[in-house]
């Protein structure tokens, strides 16, 4: 099956299906791809369908070793497999690589960025890869547990005797082993810590599987759920790697910037607006948004996807601007003072010295737009580089690219960046000027041969990770440094629950898929109803009380914006106010331009509901912003009264708050509108932060209810199922059965009377038994006394006749007394066959016999022992068994077995159900205080016991009934270390193969 399925794939591959008839995000090489296997996996849905493939193989091969396992079957080459287990361990560890190894390709030959969003609910592209690793490290991972299964049996870990000393030198030997395998590896990709914890919840499969005797959906589901927690692992620490690679990254832009990538997207974004054939067509027609068409030039150009500081400008023939739009230019650029000869049939880029700021690198390009050898325009391009300005600082959200490459793992926002020349600090990126000496452990990094380091500092008691790298340029010494904060341990928590929880909806998803059917159809146990009520009772208030804190955080965040929005609104309007108080003669326009440089803050002036004034006045005349002002703010600033407003606007799905003001200048009524699209607010705690934290805070909660909630549930339960399966024991005919009563309370008066219920049903048994049988006698004597009779009257009168005869010699005497002898003689035949009924009624009950399995006879007779202190295996060379006896007296003769083990106080019991010939035979094991040497030749008499309540007929019973069904039973052997009985049952023969 498994080489089918290999080959299935293949073939499939080849064909190119279903690649070639799917299109969109599911099959974009973008959001994954590896050239693993000549491209198997080169697209998200290629790798869903070979992680199908696979899953069924690691279920397929985990299942033959789990079958391997439960049948133990004596294996005549265990030489062989001894000299494989090496090979095999080696397989085992190379596994746990290669699932790291992908884990690691998962994450970073990606541009999905799993755990980049703080958002608890992810879009639909990264939900399909989440589900494809998990499906993925399933595979693998049933892969592990087949091979560590296998390996325990060859080297015979699970036995009766010494399991968790056996198991312990085992998981130990396998931890050993891993050490010095991932050490000898050059690449181990991860720690040993790590590896140890994957290791350990592999080899808990194995003694759950050993030990614990669950099923194979079971074990399938626990696999499930240990897969996930290892992939979850590997993903964050891979993504953390990833950051930290990013830091590294950054730093190479920085350089990259100097040199040529500027240089680059000026003469890329040209070249692509050439062959713009609306743009081309837009310089010979008119009334055209001149501005909106460069806006549409720079959202299609690689300064957008870089999200840098740039700019395109359009002029018509005779070199005057027509429209333009740029984000966060340090000037304004004419374009064509740095160009004296402008080529007509190439772009022309210049690099541009900086007369303010010898910190910017600044490059302009300009192209012609000819027409049958006219020139009939020119579109500009100008892009700036400057380590203030790196992550788009300043450039609005709605604007940015979700496909930087420059910080591509890492908001950049959150970097903290440093350059040095000749050991002085030139430029600082992020909200943080280090003083000098928590400079010290930059100056004293440790570079390596290829001048960069790696360290940690702490900055105002805020630990953090930095990339340092060292150059050398025109004689100057430049120290680039790259820092960013180290993650708190609400991040971790909310990054492994965020992509865990995700996949507990696919595991239940799948359970729910799998037992629908045979939920249906069987109500759910006491236990389960309990954890169930457990459950509610806790995740309930819970999560009320989760959107409650989310509520009132939403609140205050809003508040917060409120307020910040309020406060720049107050600077603003004193500001103007105050200017035109000292320059009476001074314009507004020019007042509101002043105030909005000298403090920084982007705001509209409206007047009415028409826009007067915006320090953001390209985008207005791109058309991505209305001029009117918005509906509801102008109905309560101007119809209900209101001073201020507070309201949510939209770009497309860009969300935004935005802040409207009624203010009154010379006499003037004005409404200023400010909003966190242009002002970056920074509160002390984001939404995205109280986010992090209650995800992340309120998951954990949820598993350790989960937890506790399962174990009250067992424990409360665990009486109620023991007297559930002594109960179902009784009904079977064993009375024998006693609970031991360590509980409390009602329970323990529950018990008390279970007991008290058994002994008296036992005794009352044992009494009923007895008077049935004297009724029985003294019924039996009446009627045999009333037969006897019956014959006997006629054997008197015919002897009295006989003996009259005689006294009188009576001629007649020899026919008289050939009449009496025929007389008596057939009394006596009466007599006979009355005695032979009497003797055929004193017998012992008939056997019952009839066609049954003797297999899941055993396994329902061993599960009433579940609850008991004691260790039951039951291991049977055939999947049925088939012989002809009673049901009732064998349950009944292997439960009085199982108890006398029990009661000698055996704490391993093994059942082994072989085929021999014509027979089945059943070896009962105990490791129990055995049979002494003087009474073995007793144990099968009536009446022998050495119990001080038994009553000596259980095993004598037992050898009655196989007896009766042509069977035996016989003690192989017993000691101080346990007693062996065989039983031999006749297999069936059906009469038509007689």
């Known amino acids: 099956l498994v080489i089918y399925l290999a080959a299935f794939r293949l073939l499939i591959f080849i064909v190119d299906f279903p690649s070639m008839f799917l299109s969109g995000s599911i099959a974009d090489p973008a959001n994954f791809s590896s050239t693993f296997a000549w491209g198997l996996v080169k697209s998200p849905i290629e790798f869903f ?11 397929q091969i985990f299942r033959y070793c789990y079958q391997y396992l439960q049948s133990e079957k004596t294996n005549r080459w265990w030489f062989l497999n001894i000299l494989s287990v090496p090979a095999l361990l080696t397989i085992f560890f190379f596994l746990l690589r290669g699932l790291s190894a992908s884990i690691k390709s998962v994450i970073f030959d990606s541009t999905i960025r799993y755990f980049k969003d703080p958002t608890p609910v992810p879009d639909a592209d990264i939900l399909f890869m989440n589900l494809n690793v998990l499906m993925f490290g399933l595979a693998v991972v049933l892969a592990m547990a087949a091979l560590v299964i296998l390996i325990g049996l060859f080297l015979k870990v699970k036995s009766p005797k010494y399991d968790l000393l056996k198991f312990s030198i085992y998981f130990i030997s396998i931890q050993t082993l891993a050490y010095y395998f991932f050490d000898y590896l050059p690449e181990p990709l991860i720690s040993y810590p790590m590896i140890f914890l994957f290791l350990s919840l592999v080899l808990l499969l194995l003694y759950v599987a050993y030990y614990k005797g669950q099923s194979f959906s079971q074990l399938l589901l626990y696999t499930t759920v240990i897969s996930s927690i290892i992939i979850v692992i590997l993903m964050n620490y891979f993504n953390l790697q990833l950051e930290r690679q990013s830091l590294k990254t950054v730093a190479f832009e920085i350089i990259r910037a100097n040199e040529n990538l500027l240089h680059y997207m000026s003469d890329e974004t040209l070249n692509k607006a050439l062959k713009d054939d609306e743009l081309m067509n837009s310089f010979f027609r008119s009334n055209i948004n001149y501005d909106a068409e460069a806006f549409r030039v720079w959202s299609n150009s690689p300064m957008q996807r870089e999200s840098i500081s740039s700019g395109i400008f359009l002029y018509d023939m005779n070199k005057r601007e027509i429209g333009s739009f740029s984000v966060d230019l340090e000037k304004q650029y004419n374009i064509f003072n740095y160009f004296d000869i402008i080529e007509l049939s190439e772009t022309n880029i210049k690099e541009v010295a900086d007369s303010i700021s010898s910190d910017v690198i600044t490059y302009v390009g300009v192209i012609p737009v000819v027409r049958r050898e006219i020139v009939s325009g020119y579109i500009a391009a100008v892009t700036e580089f400057n380590i203030r300005n790196i992550g788009s600082k300043n450039i609005p959200d709605f604007l940015k690219s979700n496909k930087a490459l420059l910080g591509a793992a890492i908001d950049a926002s959150l970097l903290k960046i440093f350059e040095f020349t000749n050991g002085q600090l030139t430029q600082v990126y992020g909200d943080i000027y280090p003083s000098r000496e928590q400079m010290i452990p930059i100056y004293n990094a440790n570079f390596s041969e290829f001048n960069d380091a790696w360290i940690n500092f702490s900055i105002y008691d805020e630990n953090y990770v930095a990339y340092v790298i060292k150059l050398f340029e025109y ?17 971790n928590l909310f990054n492994f629950f965020k992509i865990f929880l995700l996949h507990t909806i696919f595991i239940l998803f799948l ?31 819970l999560a009320l009380l989760a959107v409650y804190n989310r509520e009132i955080v939403s609140e205050r965040s809003e508040k917060a914006i409120f307020t910040e929005l309020s406060k720049r609104s107050d600077y603003l309007e004193n500001h103007i106010t105050s200017q035109l108080a000292k320059h009476e003669d001074r314009e507004l326009t020019t007042a509101f331009r002043n105030a909005g440089k ?10 009415n509901t028409d826009l007067l004034y915006s320090s953001r006045d390209e985008l207005y005349r791109t058309g991505l912003f209305n001029y009117k002002l918005n509906s509801k703010a102008h109905y309560s600033l101007n119809y209900l009264s209101y001073r201020e407003y507070l309201t949510n606007e939209n770009i497309d799905k860009y969300t935004f708050d935005a802040y409207y003001r009624k203010i009154n200048i010379d006499n003037v009524v004005l409404i200023i509108g400010v909003n966190d699209a242009f002002n970056k607010i920074k509160p002390a705690f984001s939404s995205a932060d109280i986010d992090v934290i209650l995800f992340g805070i309120y998951s954990f909660a949820l598993i350790i209810i989960i937890i506790v909630s399962t174990v009250f549930a067992n424990q409360i339960s665990a009486p109620i199922r023991r007297l559930t399966k002594a109960t179902e024991a009784v009904g079977k005919g064993d009375l024998d059965i006693e609970l031991e009563n360590n509980e409390k309370g009602e329970m323990r008066d529950l018990y008390k009377g279970f007991n008290l219920m058994t002994k008296e049903l036992q005794k009352n048994q044992i009494e009923l038994a007895e008077l049935e049988r004297e009724g029985a006698w003294k019924e039996m004597a009446k009627q045999v006394a009333h037969e006897i009779k019956n014959p006997l009257t006629p054997i008197k009168l015919a002897i009295q006749q006989l003996i009259a005869s005689h006294k009188d010699k009576s001629k007649d005497f020899d026919k008289i007394f050939k009449k009496v002898t025929k007389t008596t003689l057939n009394q006596i035949d009466n007599l006979g066959q009355i005695a032979s009924e009497f003797s055929s009624f004193a017998k012992m009950p008939s056997i019952k016999l009839e066609k049954l399995d003797v297999v899941p006879i055993i396994n329902d007779t061993t599960n009433l022992f579940t609850d008991d202190k004691i260790n039951i295996d039951f291991d049977s060379e055939a999947s049925e068994a088939i012989v002809e006896a009673d049901t009732s007296q064998l349950r009944r003769m292997l439960i009085n077995m199982i108890r006398n083990s029990i009661q000698a106080n055996a704490t391993d019991i093994t059942i082994k159900l072989k085929s021999k010939d014509d027979n089945y035979s059943l070896i009962i094991v105990d490791n129990g205080e055995g049979i002494s040497y003087e009474i073995k030749d007793k144990i099968f008499d009536i009446n022998f016991t050495t119990k001080e309540k038994g009553m000596g007929l259980g095993l004598k019973l037992a050898r009655r009934f196989l007896e009766g069904v042509n069977g035996k039973i016989h003690l192989v052997e017993s000691g101080s270390s346990g007693t062996t009985f065989e039983i031999t049952i006749p297999k069936y023969n059906s009469p038509a193969s007689v």
């Open 475 to 491: 004689g100057d010494e430049r120290v680039i440094t790259v820092a960013a904060k180290e993650k708190e341990i609400t991040w």
């Open 511 to 541: 359970f729910v898929f799998l037992k629908v059917a045979k939920l249906l159809k069987v109500q759910a146990s006491f236990r389960i109803r309990l954890l169930y009520a457990f459950l509610l009772v806790s995740i309930v208030p």
């Open 598 to 607: 000298e403090l920084d803050i982007s705001f509209a002036v409206y007047q």
């Open 49 to 59: 369908i070979t992680n199908l493939f696979l899953v069924i193989i690691g279920i």
